[in-house]
């Protein structure tokens, strides 16, 4: 069935009462072509362009739980692609672009909002910095727009300024950049993937791996075993867990991110905008309310929820940012479970077992890279190589000493 506004109209006309799930709930097969671990943005997106760019349908997409009930519907849901290294840069652009025509693509409304991305900086440090990131934006074809004090005051004028601390100096901005609805990307890659015959199995947890002679030959499940040629793992916060099943030990730690939403408020901010010291990032919903995050809960943990010290923490950001959000009451808040590389730098490539690949390490910027990620992984299990976008994306890079550290903050998981 076709989403348009006629489909829309014949629903509403017969009461829905043609209308059909948005994806089947079919029973495990015995084996398949592919199997993909984790049934977030990244798994669906994954089976979705296997589908879609490869012709291999004979999919599954295994998860533990209901799909968008990890990351991908927890995220403060900002998509931009406002990278500085060359490795990062033209994969974050890829997705950009991807989200661009995404709705068209899957034939689903995912809010893709171009909104705006706008960092702000304040100090002339900062500004050199956010100048060269700019720059080197340009050169890769992105757009990218370097503001002075008064073009931010112009664009966001409710901001603190003069703020004794951290006055604003300015700030990078990313037109293109903006947000999209985090749980319909779920939904409109399971459907997608769905409907090009790929199985979405829910509930269905993978426990262990089985490996003969050195080649995977499936998945124990909570659902029995499965088999398949190859697999690929898009655990996100579990994916130490579950690359342990096949005997890896992942340079990856796991940690909480926290995120909060408002009560509903009138229309205020129409962008995203992103403190330049203390981290703090916030959006406004179209129901009104404020979404916003900060920095990790620096301990591990795969708990999903934090602790009041960080809560404590993003507040005072946010007020120091925009005084006027101390009247206003926060309405909820939960936690993730982010997967923290030691560069800041997510993983998608070939392990060395030889039908095994690995898509992981996302720390807390993945949901903007789903498509690009989908888009990538899938053609890395297709073509059993890397597509020139990920290239640099190994697992190997760590024990070879090339880490892509865009923070430049070395081997600290929790401070990317
Ligand atoms: C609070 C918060 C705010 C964030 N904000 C942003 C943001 O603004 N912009 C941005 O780009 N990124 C953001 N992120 C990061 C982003 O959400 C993640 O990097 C991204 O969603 C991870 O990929 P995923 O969608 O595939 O993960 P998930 O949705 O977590 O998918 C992984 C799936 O694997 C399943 N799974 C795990 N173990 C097993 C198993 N053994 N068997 C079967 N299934 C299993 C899980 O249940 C889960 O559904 C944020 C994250 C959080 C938590």
């Not at 089947?24 to 097969?29: D, V």
């Not at 809960?297 to 934090?306: I, L, W």
């Not at 946010?318 to 808040?333: E, K, T, Y």
Request: proline share 4%.
């Amino acid at each position: 069935m076709r989403y348009s506004a006629f489909s829309l109209l014949a629903q509403a006309l017969t009461g829905n009462r043609f209308a059909k799930p948005a994806w089947r709930e079919p029973e495990p097969k015995p084996h398949y072509d592919v199997i993909i671990v984790g049934g977030g943005g990244h798994g669906l997106a994954s089976a979705y362009y296997l589908a879609k760019e490869h012709g291999i349908t004979n999919v599954a997409v295994l998860e533990k739980d209901h799909i968008g009930s990890g990351n991908v519907g927890r995220n403060t849901t900002i998509i931009r692609s406002n990278y500085l290294l060359e490795e990062n840069n033209p994969f974050y652009e890829k997705s950009l672009q991807l989200w661009e025509g995404l709705e068209q693509d899957f034939n689903f409304n995912a809010m893709v909002s171009q909104r705006g991305v706008l960092m702000l900086c304040h100090s002339d440090g900062q500004r050199d910095a956010y100048a060269r990131r700019g720059n080197a934006m340009r050169l890769h074809g992105v757009d990218a727009e370097l503001l002075d004090r008064q073009g931010v005051r112009e664009m966001v004028p409710y901001l603190d300024f003069d703020n004794a601390r951290f006055p604003i100096y300015g700030g990078l901005l990313q037109r293109r950049g903006g947000t999209v609805r985090h749980d319909a990307v779920a939904w409109g890659y399971a459907r997608g993937a769905d409907s090009r015959g790929v199985d979405v199995i829910q509930n269905c947890e993978v426990k262990g791996i089985r490996i003969e002679h050195g080649i995977v030959k499936g998945v124990e499940t909570s659902r029995g075993f499965i088999g398949c040629n190859k697999l690929g793992l898009a655990a996100a916060g579990h994916s130490s867990h579950v690359a342990k099943m096949a005997g890896l030990s992942l340079p990856i730690e796991s940690h909480v991110l926290q995120a909060f939403v408002s009560e509903g408020i009138k229309p205020m901010i129409d962008n995203v905008v992103i403190f330049g010291v203390g981290h703090f990032y916030v959006s406004q919903s179209d129901k009104g309310g404020l979404v916003f995050g900060g920095d990790l809960d620096a301990y591990n943990s795969y708990a999903r929820r934090g602790n009041l010290p960080m809560v404590e923490h993003v507040m005072e950001a946010g007020v120091s940012m925009i005084p006027a959000l101390g009247r206003v009451r926060v309405l909820r808040a939960w936690g993730g479970i982010m997967d923290m590389t030691m560069d800041g730098s997510p993983i998608i490539g070939k392990t060395h077992i030889p039908n095994l690949y690995l898509n992981a390490g996302w720390c807390y910027g993945g949901f903007k890279a789903t498509p690009a990620s989908g888009f990538c992984f899938a053609h890395t299990i297709a073509r059993d190589q890397p597509h020139e976008l990920n290239a640099a994306f190994r697992l190997d890079r760590f024990r070879r000493g090339y880490p892509i550290d865009e923070a430049g903050r070395g081997a600290t998981p929790n401070l990317h």
